[in-house]
Structure formats: C-alpha cells, structure tokens
C-alpha cells in the first residue's frame, strides 16, 4: 500500500462546516472547561440534527469530542452511509474521546457527517488518515515557517512575535491584494495561520487552480491560531507553486485581516532497497548453464595482434602533431605581443595626460572635499493603524515577492568640483607672499 500519515483538524478549522446557522457555539476564552481540550477549545450544540461535515481525501477518519451527563447521542455517515452511531452521555466530564470513526476507505474524495441525534454534543477535533505515493513508498514532511525565506512576500505584511504561533513568528495583512508563495516539490501541502472574526477570507491556488477558504464563520468568536486552513493530496512530485492571496473584506462580513503562520510540504518516496527488492534478474544472469561439465570455449572475434600496434602508434602520432600545431601557434602569438609592446613609446615619467592639467592638480594643502550625503529613506512598509492587539507586535516585514511596491533609491549629494578660477584662487592664496624690497635711500652727498 501507499505510505500514510494523519492530519488534526481543530474543531475551529474552515474545513469543518457547521449547520445550521446559530446551532452551533464557539467556547469562549472564558471558558476554563475548553482548556482541557485539544487547542483549548470545542464547539459545542443543543440542537437536535445539528450536523459538522468534513470534505476530505483520504482513507479513514475519527471524529473526537467531550463526555458529559448533558449530552445525548449521535450518527456519522461517510458518503451518504452510516457507518457508526454512538453516545457521549456519561455520569462525569471526560474530553478527548473517539466518537465515532470510519476506516479502511478508498484513497480519495469522501464526504463525513457527524449528526447530533439528541439533546447535544461538543467536538474537540478530527483525525484524518490520508496516503500519497505508490505501494512501498515511504512520506517525509517538511515544515516551512512563515519567516523562512522559501516564502515570498508581496504587498505589505506585518510580523507578529508571541508564542502562541509556530516559532513564536507570524506573518499577518490588512491590504487587499497582498500575497505570499511558496514553491516546492512534493504530494501533499498543508497551509496553518489563524482564524477570528475579524478575518477575510483566503484565495489560495496551486499551480493556478484557486480555492477560496472560509476564514470567518459565523461560528467563530475567538481567535483560534495554529490552525489548519487548506490541504490537498493529489499533487504529483513535480514542482508546485502555491501562492497566498488576501482578496479583501467582502460583502461586509468578517474583517481585512489574514494571516500565515507555516505550510508542511508531505513527499513519498521509495527506498533503493524497497524498489531493488523483487526485481528480476537480468537475462544475460538467468540463462547461464549450471552444468558441472567442462564447457568448450568459443573462439573470439576481434582484431590481430598486429592491427592494434598500427592502430596505438597511428592514434600517438596523431597526438604529437597537433601538440607541435599548438606550441607553434602560441609561440607566434607571443611574439607578436612583443613586438607591439616595442613598437609602443612609453609614456615619460613627468609627462602630463590631458586631464590633469595645472589648475585640475589638488596638492596637499587643497580643502577638504566634504563627506557624501544621503536623503532620508521612505518604509516600504504600510503602518496597520487597526492590528487587533492579540496580534501582539507591528513590525514590518519586507515584501520579496513579485511587489509592486516602488522602492525607495537613496539619493547621493557629491560635491560639486571647484570652478578652474575658484581653483586658481585657492593656489594662489596658499602661495607666501615674498617680501617687498626696502626703500632706497637718497643719502647727500658729502
């Protein structure tokens, strides 16, 4: 079989839908009980039918959730059929509990329908077991921070610093039209950030097929991070390009923000001794005789003796001809190179070129030419005026990736060179005064 791996879908994740509208609550942060939960957090109903549905590629999947003496009973379907029912009443609290599951199903698209058939039930989150790669193949993953420089950043884009993201590092826009993107290699991509009510939605596209992710439903009323937002399994080991976009607030609903916090990239490979093992021997190996009986040697084709001596001492004269060709002619170049270089007169030691004329000539006691200035830089960057504060920090990340932002060129002042008669000036006040003659005396005549 194909290599497998699992995958956790936080009950808070877009890629679970709740129905209907209003049946279903977000456990708020004041809720001490959510912190005993996966994410510490759940979503929880009292409506009887109230259902959570997950569209997946995959082989199995596990629905997990709390026991409580106020809940009641439940089914799940997997496309269309039910395979499992249960109940989550029990006389104490317990969470993290298997609720129902489905194993075993084809290696593709499946649709998973967990129903609340009684009073009510909460769920903490989804175990998906997913493959990629053919039979005997094994997965590797690799996990890209939103501050690794595999990703590109367009547009502008702001980085949050708290522990509460992967490596305390996270990338987050306000700017319609924004994006990140990612080039890799590999079968299967999942992309983790953030979702809050204050949330856009996601246009994410692989390779340009684009889907647009549910950020901020209406069931969310706090913010979740470290979630898994998109994933995809039917990827061949190509190179891929996903980028991430922010189309804006749209229709009014949720708010400007999105965010990226990492993208784990799954490869299937197969080992050398998986794909060596089995392999049929080569023909040349499996028709050799096993006999014990001593076998006749068949002569050999080929050339004389005599032939191969011709043909070595043809091949060497060969080679000493074309190693005279070339000491002649690199012989003849560098003699020609000499007589250039005599027949060129030399340069006199004293002479003057042309540019450097009496009055281009700085001598020692010239000014000081001031230092170079530079103007003052523009940001690139946007200042976020409205950065919800769980967001943590605004520090402005450079944008490497296809922007259209225009950059800002520091402008270099140099100075301007002194006019030739500014220049007379400055050598003539620098030359001593010589000292003037005494006056002549008209002594009289004795």
């Known amino acids: 079989m194909a290599s497998s791996f699992n995958l956790t879908i936080e009950d808070s994740s877009p890629l679970v839908v709740y129905a ?113 790669g053919a039979v005997g193949s094994t997965t590797t993953s690799a996990v890209f921070d939103d501050a690794n420089t595999a990703v590109n950043y367009a547009g502008s884009w702001s980085i949050s610093n708290t522990d509460a993201y992967l490596n305390n590092t996270l990338h987050y826009t306000q700017n319609a039209g924004s994006a990140a993107s990612l080039s890799f290699s590999g079968n299967a991509v999942a992309v983790y950030g953030t979702v809050s009510p204050d949330h856009a939605n996601i246009q994410i596209s692989i390779d340009g097929e684009m889907t647009m992710v549910n950020t901020q439903s209406a069931i969310i009323s706090e913010l979740h991070p470290q979630t898994l937002l998109y994933y995809r399994n039917d990827l061949d080991s190509a190179q891929h390009m996903l980028i991430f976009t922010n189309p804006g607030q749209q229709n009014g609903i949720g708010g400007p923000f999105i965010d990226l916090d990492s993208i784990t990239v799954y490869s299937a490979s197969i080992p050398n001794d998986a794909a060596s093992a089995g392999a049929p021997l080569p023909s040349s190996l499996s028709n050799q005789s096993n006999s014990t009986g001593a076998s006749k040697s068949k002569p050999q084709s080929g050339l004389s003796k005599g032939t191969m001596i011709g043909i070595v001492a043809g091949a060497v004269a060969v080679i000493l001809v074309f190693l005279a060709l070339v000491t002649f002619l690199v012989m003849r170049s560098r003699k020609k190179r000499w007589q250039q270089l005599e027949e060129t007169p030399r340069t006199p030691v004293g002479a003057e070129l042309p540019l450097q004329g009496p009055n281009m000539r700085f001598t020692p006691v010239s000014p000081q030419q001031p230092m170079p200035t530079f103007s003052k830089l523009v940001s690139r960057m946007s200042a976020h005026s409205i950065a919800p504060s769980y967001y943590g920090s605004n520090n402005a990340a450079p944008s490497s990736f296809g922007s259209t932002t225009p950059l800002s060129v520091p402008t270099l002042a140099m100075p301007k060179v002194p006019s030739r008669a500014q220049q007379g000036v400055m050598i003539a006040s620098q030359v001593p005064e010589r000292p003037r003659r005494p006056p002549t005396l008209n002594l009289p005549a004795r």
């Open 20 to 132: 209907p509208s209003g049946a279903w609550q977000d456990a708020s942060a004041q809720d001490t009980a959510g912190l005993s939960y996966s994410g510490s957090s759940y979503h929880s109903t009292t409506t009887q039918g109230a259902t959570a549905t997950v569209n997946f590629n995959g082989t199995g999947i596990e629905f997990y959730g709390g026991y409580n003496p106020a809940y009641g009973t439940y089914s799940l379907t997997v496309d269309g059929n039910v395979v499992g029912s249960g109940t989550s009443t029990s006389q104490g609290v317990s969470v993290r509990q298997l609720l129902a599951s489905a194993a075993g199903l084809e290696n593709g698209a499946h649709t998973a329908v967990l129903t609340s058939t009684g009073v009510g039930m909460d769920i903490d989150f989804v175990n998906l077991s997913t493959q990629v």
